[in-house]
């Protein structure tokens, strides 16, 4: 029985059109017109009604089909755009030649070592140019009949094959499989033991933490302040006592605007409130610009002194001790701190300060951050994921059991009493805030975070800003558990508190993670490739770490989608921080390097709408003339500041990356998959980063 293709000399069509949106913009709106039901009618045929659905479906599959080879092509064409957009990103890199070995200024800042910054990126290079050499000889041995689906098969083999004359190669070799099983596969397993405890312990220790979480949720515990504020009416019970605000800034001319024009807008009796504007910057032209920028709002009323420094030692912390030694700061009893990219909520103080009332072992309470570039690319995006984590989890759990946190610097209201009973602000780490905090846990003062608190703020954009902040956020605690060691164990809290301060808060969270993940996945996994008689477990590999990245993620749950390259940049920028943790530990050069972390100047939509609806205002500070020099330095410095930005290579990084694939290539000869994948996709993940593809990019 023949099929009837009668229907398409039809002149016209009944059914229904159908109107079919292509995904790719590439492809334009197409109208299909779908058949009638007689269309499908088989010719000759009794049974019409039951061979009419199946030549229907047979004519909806043929347009499906079509509309996912129009699918398919339009990913193909996506991703051929995106990698010539990838390889013409890396030709620029090439060709720029620039690396993180070039000098840059950096405004007066301790620059790094070259002698200390070259040596840990030799001994990168050293096992870099053992493991080519290594690859070449496993390869030749493959050919050569050394092949085994599993590592220990090797050893077995060279017992039991006959004794007789051997080639010169196959003589070296068996020499080669000897010496690693007596001498280096023994202490290499035992390395690699010892990793797998700490990250075993380091995972418990996660997951306790999100235990911890997870109850107070369920129980719905959060602090709750003596005095209860009406935000709406502004009605405190009278409880307005005197606070003292302060930003500390340096050489940040993108963000100086946002953040004295929140702290002018809070909403405290202005009676009561001082603002001081700590400038520490060497720039003219941003000294001239956050001048005029107080003067500006302290003709519309604000409190607000500007103050800047003749002798800026100390940076950060130098900066914070001058401003509290002026005569004025005796009258006030709190002093709230935010960063210059830092924008308080109207009502920071007023959901804040009330915890102080009727609690006088109160020292600090802690608001939150959020970030208003988190989804400007894929480097906001993983910072997003491990803040996010120690908010809600870390900062969380530990103010609320133990009432004890590290102050993360910003963001947060101290009791001024607090601060000069603990000795005030030192200038002997990069992380005074830190330092301030654990004395002030010493002399037994409580803590209190808020995580319904939010303060908006900034992630740093660019690779290069985001490494230096965590090089100075890793080198700092080993500087300090350096240095207050002694006193944690003469101190008169209990032994439970000396316990957490020494045991988890230093050398868990801040020496044994940076450490085994640098050790165990960018050194001795790799090894133990050309090494196999050392193993290490699947679970070890892929299990554990997918687990402890999901419970990293829950905070976030929109990024969930990005887990896997979570995984991969954390365990890439564990070079970084094991770098930091070296220097910091030992007194090296770049433990004492400070960088401010450099910002965009972004503002949330709310800010943009205000400073559209407001317009500039005249000062009456100044002439028109002054305001078209200083607008004619502006223009000029923003065209330099363009000329400077650029892109980077990465040695260390890229060292890393041709180690870790080099890894895998050798993992191929094992046949083993697990590690393959991940020593490929780690690789990958290195190569990305050592090429400066992950942030923001420079064209």
Request: net charge neutral.
């Amino acid at each position: 029985m023949a099929l009837s293709f009668d229907w398409w000399a039809k002149e016209s069509h009944r059914g229904t059109p159908v109107v079919v949106k292509m995904e790719n913009p590439n492809w334009s709106i197409a109208e299909l017109e779908g058949p009638s039901d007689d269309d499908f009618l088989l010719a000759g045929s009794p049974h019409t009604n039951r061979d009419k659905g199946r030549g229907k479906n047979a004519r909806q599959l043929t347009w499906v089909l079509l509309l996912k080879a129009h699918k398919a092509a339009g990913c193909l064409t996506s991703i051929a755009s995106a990698m010539f957009g990838l390889a013409a990103a890396v030709r620029r890199r090439v060709a720029s030649g620039r690396t993180d070995t070039d000098n840059d200024s950096t405004g007066g800042m301790e620059q790094e070592n070259p002698t200390v910054k070259s040596r840990f990126y030799s001994c990168i290079k050293v096992f870099l140019w053992l493991s080519v050499m290594l690859l070449v000889f496993e390869v030749a041995a493959y050919f050569k009949g050394w092949h085994f689906g599993a590592p220990h098969l090797e050893f077995q083999y060279l017992l039991k094959a006959p004794y007789g004359v051997k080639d010169i190669f196959n003589s070296f070799y068996s020499r080669w499989v000897m010496f690693r099983v007596e001498y280096l596969a023994p202490p290499l397993q035992l390395l690699a033991s010892a990793c797998i405890v700490l990250f075993l312990i380091q995972s418990v220790d996660r997951l306790l933490l999100c235990l911890g979480c997870f109850w107070i949720r369920f129980k719905k515990i959060k602090p709750v302040p003596k005095v209860t504020v009406d935000l709406e009416s502004g009605d405190g019970n009278g409880y307005f006592p005197m606070v003292l605000v302060q930003i500390p800034m340096c050489n940040e001319k993108e963000v100086y605007q946002q953040s004295i024009a929140a702290c002018c807008n809070l909403d405290w009796p202005k009676s009561n409130i001082l603002i001081q504007v700590l400038d520490d910057s060497d720039d003219p032209v941003t000294q001239l610009l956050i001048k005029e920028e107080v003067t500006k709002w302290q003709q519309e009323g604000a409190h607000i002194v500007y103050r800047h420094r003749v002798i800026r030692d100390g940076y950060k912390a130098g900066n914070l001790k001058s401003a509290m030694n002026c005569s004025y700061v005796k009258d006030y009893e709190f002093v709230a701190i935010f960063d210059a990219d830092f924008q308080p909520t109207p009502d920071f103080l007023k959901r804040t300060v009330p915890h102080f009332k009727d609690n006088e072992e109160l020292g600090l309470v802690q608001a939150r951050w959020s970030f208003v570039n988190k989804d400007e690319n894929l480097l906001t995006r993983l910072q997003n994921v491990n803040l996010s984590f120690h908010f809600e989890v870390e900062q969380q759990v530990n103010g609320i059991f133990i009432n004890f946190f590290g102050f993360n610097g910003t963001a947060g209201v101290w009791r001024i009493k607090a601060l000069e009973d603990s000795g005030g602000w030192l200038e002997r780490t990069t992380v005074e805030d830190m330092d301030i905090a654990v004395r002030a846990h010493l002399r037994g003062w409580k803590f209190v975070f808020l995580n319904d608190v939010e303060c908006q703020c900034e992630l740093p954009e660019s690779y290069e800003a985001y490494r230096k902040q965590q090089h100075r956020w890793h080198s700092g605690p080993m500087q300090l558990f350096r240095l207050c060691l002694p006193d944690v164990i003469r101190s008169k809290i209990s032994i439970g508190k000396k316990a957490n301060l020494i045991f988890l808060f230093f050398l868990l969270r801040k020496l044994i993670l940076p450490f085994y993940s640098f050790t165990l996945f960018c050194i001795i996994l790799p090894m133990t490739m050309f090494v196999p008689e050392a193993e290490l477990p699947s679970w070890v590999v892929c299990y554990i770490p997918a687990t402890m990245s999901f419970l990293n993620i829950l905070p976030s749950p929109k990024s969930f989608p990005f887990i896997v390259p979570y995984l991969l940049f954390e365990n890439t920028m564990s070079v970084t921080k094991f770098n930091a943790m070296i220097s910091g530990l030992f007194q090296l050069g770049s433990a004492y390097e400070w960088v401010v972390t450099k910002k965009s100047g972004r503002s949330s939509e709310g800010d943009l709408v205000s400073l559209v609806a407001k317009g500039p205002k005249p000062h009456r500070g100044g002439s028109e003339t002054n305001i078209g020099e200083m607008e004619e330095i502006l223009l000029q410095e923003q065209k330099a500041s363009r000329k400077k930005k650029h892109n980077r290579i990465y040695t260390k990084e890229l060292a890393l990356a041709f180690l870790l694939l080099t890894a895998s290539a050798r993992s191929l000869l094992s046949a083993q998959g697990i590690h393959f994948y991940f020593l490929l996709f780690q690789g990958i993940s290195f190569l990305l980063v050592g090429l400066d593809l992950i942030g923001e990019q420079v064209e």
